[in-house]
């Protein structure tokens, strides 16, 4: 029997389970269990959140399978807390994006021959994605939007008609869905510090996070100050900046 099974329940049970553990249906059915799986992958579903459950040496009987033409094993016993941990722990990136990943000021360099000013300071600059592009690679870590540009889908100036989203998800040289995660809700008076808040307390399996942005005012306040990147719109995302988002992600320094 191997010594980590898995267990996937809803993102609303996870903060109950990691206090109290895995509990049995009690009453009057004798056969009450929990179900668990040998394989990491056979339960996850958009909106499940996997967990690591360590059954070795553990004083409950496991019988496999527990439904035919599946791995499930029924675990006749409560699972104590100490046992049950995160199976996957993110990192993950709020992203702003005018200021970020576009600016004022453009500086042509020898990597480009020409620039198209509009797409720098209203699009994506290249060279700025290619920053994103090289912390993502260097954390895994996926994108939650806490820019204003969540609010539209539409491209502008150049592909109206196409999600922004798809646009940078192909100049990031990921799929959409592998790389956004989701977008920060509405705070009532548009306080980004507390929208924040609010998306990390309903994401339990986020091991580590950055903000970058290039406003912070209504942000520092509410989070800790060496997980925000503050950007200059007039450059955008600098390679300093690149290095304090991979320590912030990364969690090295502290």
């Avoid at 499930?72 to 200021?99: N, Q, S, Y």
């Avoid at 592998?178 to 091991?207: A, C, Y």
């Avoid at 509410?222 to 950007?231: E, P």
């Amino acid at each position: 029997m191997a010594k980590i099974l898995y267990h996937a329940t809803p993102r609303e049970n996870v903060k109950s389970i990691l206090k109290n553990g895995l509990l049995r249906c009690h009453g009057d059915h004798k056969s009450a269990f929990v179900f668990l799986s040998e394989d990491p992958d056979s339960w996850m579903d958009d909106g499940l959140v996997l967990l690591d459950v360590d059954v070795d040496g553990l004083d409950c009987r496991l019988t496999t399978p527990c439904i035919e033409n599946t791995d499930e094993i029924c675990v006749w016993g409560d699972i104590p807390p100490d046992r049950i941990k995160l199976h996957e722990r993110d990192k993950i990136l709020f992203l702003d994006i005018d200021g970020v990943l576009n600016c004022m000021y453009p500086t042509p360099s020898d990597d480009h021959e020409w620039i198209d000013l509009e797409e720098w300071r209203y699009g994506f600059n290249p060279e700025l994605v290619a920053r994103l592009r090289f912390i993502i690679a260097n954390t895994g870590c996926k994108i939650v939007v806490s820019s204003s540009w969540r609010h539209h889908k539409w491209y502008a100036p150049y592909q109206p008609d196409k999600n922004w989203r798809d646009v940078l998800a192909e100049k990031l040289r990921r799929e959409r869905d592998e790389i956004f995660v989701g977008e920060t809700p509405t705070d009532p008076k548009g306080i980004r510090g507390l929208e924040i808040n609010q998306w990390l307390s309903e994401h339990p399996e986020v091991e580590s996070f950055c903000v970058v942005d290039d406003e912070v005012v209504d942000i520092l306040p509410y989070i800790d100050n060496s997980k925000v990147v503050k950007t200059d719109m007039s450059v955008g995302l600098t390679k300093d900046g690149v290095d304090s988002i991979i320590e912030a992600l990364n969690g090295k320094g502290g």
